[in-house]
């Protein structure tokens, strides 16, 4: 989710009741701060895409932050209130993060891996509207803001097992109209009833779109594996390429020469949906395997 979406999390759980001071301050900041591994785009895009969604979002920060804040705010309503509002904002952002597509390395530092449910896409405007209408509603009639707030977070859990119940019964619909080894189904943006796919057999990699509505099909690119090429072999020993697979979850790498030049360009099939370049990283090398540029694309 992006960081209004957190924000506004932060500004709901406060209507709920946590009224004491500084209350409100501490809810926001703690449900944004998983977000400060921003901070890593001045070292680069391609650093950015290997370290968000890292430490900050794994369980470790979940126990440590609250401590901090908990700690600063201990003098103005005491150290365990602080320490349970703190840790109710800060769980709130990594579980809104966990629902979508883009990983989050949530039991860091015990496990490195991504899990995702690959329910809502990055951004999601439903939720992001629904907490805002909270928000907004709570300051209009304050009498109510706290069950205001709580049927936000109904409709969130709502909103949620329905996209899950939704995502179910795509991949289950897949698997009757397309045989494969490995299916996974993908949330596309603003959407219900379509869902992107891909599925595996061997070194086959198909993708594209699921309509539950008119109850179709459609194959958008057919990608045969093939990483033995040298070229590709030589661009994952470049730092930006390396990044990008620490991220990537189905790399696909395409290999294209012109002239002097070797062009190896690895996508991330999970956005390639997406119009245009996309999620992508590219290696460009000249006859003798001597890399002359790189470089990541959101």
């Not at 004491?20 to 591994?37: G, H, N, Q, T, Y």
């Not at 002097?260 to 000249?286: C, H, N, P, Q």
Request: charged share 20%.
């Amino acid at each position: 989710m992006d960081p209004l979406t957190h924000a506004l999390s932060g500004a709901v759980i406060h209507q709920l009741g946590f009224k004491r001071k500084a209350a409100l301050f501490v809810l926001i900041f703690s449900a944004i701060a998983p977000d400060l591994d921003y901070i890593t785009r001045f070292w680069g895009t391609d650093v950015f895409l290997r370290y968000h969604r890292g430490i900050t979002h794994g369980i470790l920060a979940l126990v440590l932050f609250p401590a901090i804040m908990a700690f600063v705010f201990r003098k103005k309503g005491g150290f365990f209130y602080y320490y349970s509002i703190s840790f109710l904002a800060y769980g709130a952002h990594l579980l809104m993060d966990l629902t979508n597509q883009y990983g989050t390395r949530i039991l860091s530092p015990l496990d490195w891996n991504q899990y995702s449910l690959d329910l809502t896409f990055i951004i999601d405007p439903y939720i992001t509207i629904g907490l805002l209408l909270s928000v907004i509603l709570g300051k209009v009639n304050k009498h109510r803001a706290a069950v205001i707030a709580l049927c936000a977070v109904l409709l969130f859990a709502g909103y949620i097992g329905g996209r899950a119940y939704l995502q179910k019964e795509t991949k289950q619909f897949l698997k009757t109209k397309v045989d494969a080894n490995i299916y996974k189904v993908y949330p596309l943006p603003n959407d219900f009833l379509r869902w992107w796919f891909i599925i595996k057999s061997g070194n086959e990699i198909n993708t594209g779109f699921v309509d539950l509505f008119t109850k179709r099909v459609c194959m958008q690119d057919k990608y045969r594996m093939d990483n033995n090429d040298q070229a590709i072999l030589q661009s994952r020993e470049n730092r930006v390429v390396q990044n990008f697979l620490y991220f990537a979850r189905y790399p696909y790498a395409e290999v294209k020469r012109e002239n002097s030049k070797t062009i190896v360009t690895w996508k991330e099939l999970s956005y390639s949906f997406m119009a245009g370049e996309r999620f992508f990283a590219r290696v460009v090398m000249d006859k003798n395997g001597k890399v002359i540029e790189s470089y990541f694309k959101f």
